[in-house]
């Protein structure tokens, strides 16, 4: 990752040597899943990496992700490959219960207030697609962002 990519076109050598590449991961993977590298848990946990969109006034990709994460100044949010990302790191938890209602609720606030202080950098988080000709108020945004990033990354971490 990182390394810059000049080409749109790809021969067969680099597709098979992308293969090559992919399969030698999940060799790697494999190998540390049998080398016990990973802590067995004794009930299934759920940890998220949530990437989210950073979006000027007319919703469109605002390269500001520094300025954000300064302004957010919470370790769980992290950059992210694209100047118009960023992401939250939330670390593994016990799944069972009300777990995910208060996994939504930890998200809801953590990205309300990660909204409002983004907008020191006249940026807005969004984790939802443009909706067009659709109006909606801040709070409501957030919610509905909240609810999509969350079920969204549940979904990911489930398949």
Same mark, same amino acid.
């Given at each position: 990752?990182? +390394? &810059?990519? &000049?080409?749109?076109?790809?021969?067969?050598?680099?597709?098979?040597?992308?293969? =090559?590449?992919?399969?030698?991961?999940?060799?790697?993977?494999?190998?540390?899943?049998?080398?016990?590298?990973? =802590?067995? !848990?004794?009930?299934?946990?759920?940890?998220?990496?949530?990437?989210? *969109?950073?979006?000027?006034?007319?919703? *469109?990709? @605002?390269?500001?992700?520094?300025?954000?994460?300064? !302004?957010?100044? *919470?370790?769980?949010?992290?950059? $992210?490959?694209?100047?118009?990302?960023? $992401?939250? *790191?939330? @670390? %593994?938890? %016990?799944?069972?219960?009300?777990?995910? /209602?208060?996994?939504?609720?930890?998200?809801?606030?953590?990205?309300?207030? #990660? +909204?409002?202080?983004?907008?020191? @950098? /006249?940026?807005?988080?969004?984790?939802?697609?443009?909706?067009?000709?659709?109006?909606?108020? &801040?709070?409501?945004? /957030?919610?509905? /962002?909240?609810?999509?990033?969350?079920?969204?990354?549940?979904? =990911? #971490?489930?398949?």
């Amino acid at each position: 990752m990182g +390394d &810059s990519i &000049s080409s749109q076109r790809f021969t067969r050598q680099d597709r098979a040597r992308f293969r =090559e590449q992919v399969q030698r991961g999940l060799e790697a993977l494999e190998h540390m899943l049998g080398d016990g590298w990973f =802590e067995e !848990a004794s009930q299934p946990q759920l940890g998220l990496e949530i990437e989210l *969109n950073l979006v000027d006034g007319e919703r *469109n990709p @605002a390269m500001t992700n520094e300025q954000v994460l300064d !302004a957010i100044a *919470n370790p769980a949010f992290q950059t $992210e490959l694209g100047r118009f990302n960023v $992401e939250i *790191n939330v @670390a %593994p938890r %016990p799944l069972g219960g009300d777990s995910l /209602t208060e996994l939504e609720k930890v998200l809801g606030s953590a990205f309300a207030a #990660a +909204d409002e202080r983004a907008h020191s @950098a /006249t940026t807005r988080i969004d984790a939802a697609k443009p909706r067009s000709g659709l109006a909606r108020s &801040s709070r409501a945004a /957030t919610r509905a /962002t909240t609810r999509k990033a969350t079920a969204s990354a549940m979904r =990911e #971490a489930m398949i």
